[in-house]
């Protein structure tokens, strides 16, 4: 069934609603910026409402398939899962890709889509482009990109890069380094001294053979630790354990925070935003929680879920 039948089909529209409305389709995007972490600006492009509608009921009639070294935008797994496959091992390298999503274009997408699915006239690649895909010239013949912000960029971006995870996973195994990917972040992990050191070439030579000069390394970026260091990965720390740990640092803060709390020294917002920082403990370090509940009592760790929006329990 072509796209335009099978998306009528299933949101009870006719076939000429959903032609006229993906015709024009990268246009329909509300462009704004917000600050990165660490400095200059993200550009998210968010879709309105009916194309957010399209985008995801078109993924559930078509789901795109994706690599297990894939760990981010997938159900039932979290940056927890990423680490916890780095854990056990000594030395770690982490990769970095420049602009991910922006970098992805429909040649891309259809580089992969022809590895799985049957073959599609252009009319049909056109509309699922149109789908799929923004135009931040605001122009229809303008070069289209995946959006920071659209629902259905994440399974995307995870889809097109199946074939290359699945070469630089095995790479990886040959030489006896585990591979995961975190959408952009690309971590590696062993117990064999030296090994990475020749990983950021490999991974720079893969993407040139499986992208040409679309996808590359963010050389600025790129980290080789080890146990004698502090290792880190998607933001959880590594123990020399082979445990995860949410790291000193954030628990002094959440501890300076819990202690605010006793005094009643904060705000319905800085408590809401303690209460998702325990939530993330509990799911990461859960003797911290019982750390917590020694030094304070479980009665005050409870009090900070009962807090109302008038700021009392």
């Known amino acids: 069934m072509g796209i335009v039948k099978q998306l009528a089909s299933e949101l009870d529209k006719s076939e000429a609603e959903i032609m006229a409305f993906l015709s024009r389709a990268p246009l329909y995007y509300k462009v704004y910026k917000i600050p990165k972490r660490t400095h200059g600006e993200r550009t998210i492009a968010q879709p309105t409402p009916e194309l957010k509608n399209l985008q995801r009921t078109f993924l559930l009639l078509n789901p795109l398939p994706m690599h297990s070294a894939a760990m981010a935008y997938r159900s039932g797994l979290s940056i927890k899962d990423n680490a916890n496959a780095h854990k056990r091992n000594s030395y770690l390298l982490k990769l970095d890709l420049n602009s991910f999503f922006n970098s992805i274009t429909p040649a891309i997408f259809w580089a992969e889509w022809d590895k799985f699915f049957d073959p599609l006239d252009s009319n049909e690649k056109t509309l699922i482009e149109r789908l799929l895909f923004w135009s931040p010239s605001k122009s229809l013949s303008g070069s289209l990109m995946l959006s920071v912000g659209a629902p259905s960029s994440p399974a995307v971006s995870n889809f097109v890069m199946h074939g290359f995870d699945t070469k630089l996973?095995?790479?990886?195994?040959?030489?006896?380094?585990?591979?995961?990917?975190?959408?952009?972040?690309?971590?590696?992990?062993?117990?064999?001294?030296?090994?990475?050191?020749?990983?950021?070439?490999?991974?720079?030579?893969?993407?040139?053979?499986?992208?040409?000069?679309?996808?590359?390394?963010?050389?600025?970026?790129?980290?080789?630790?080890?146990?004698?260091?502090?290792?880190?990965?998607?933001?959880?720390?590594?123990?020399?354990?082979?445990?995860?740990?949410?790291?000193?640092?954030?628990?002094?803060?959440?501890?300076?925070?819990?202690?605010?709390?006793?005094?009643?020294?904060?705000?319905?917002?800085?408590?809401?935003?303690?209460?998702?920082?325990?939530?993330?403990?509990?799911?990461?370090?859960?003797?911290?929680?019982?750390?917590?509940e020694k030094k304070y009592g479980a009665a005050a760790l409870i009090a900070i879920y009962e807090v109302n929006d008038g700021g009392s329990k």
């Open 169 to 292: 996973d095995q790479l990886s195994r040959n030489k006896g380094v585990v591979y995961t990917r975190y959408a952009d972040d690309l971590t590696f992990s062993t117990r064999n001294q030296g090994v990475l050191m020749g990983m950021p070439e490999l991974v720079t030579d893969l993407l040139v053979e499986c992208f040409g000069a679309a996808l590359t390394v963010n050389r600025s970026k790129t980290i080789f630790s080890s146990k004698a260091h502090n290792r880190h990965v998607t933001g959880i720390t590594l123990t020399n354990e082979a445990k995860l740990s949410l790291g000193r640092k954030r628990k002094r803060y959440i501890k300076h925070l819990v202690h605010q709390f006793t005094l009643q020294q904060l705000g319905l917002e800085d408590v809401n935003y303690l209460r998702g920082l325990l939530s993330f403990a509990k799911h990461i370090e859960p003797d911290f929680i019982y750390a917590l």
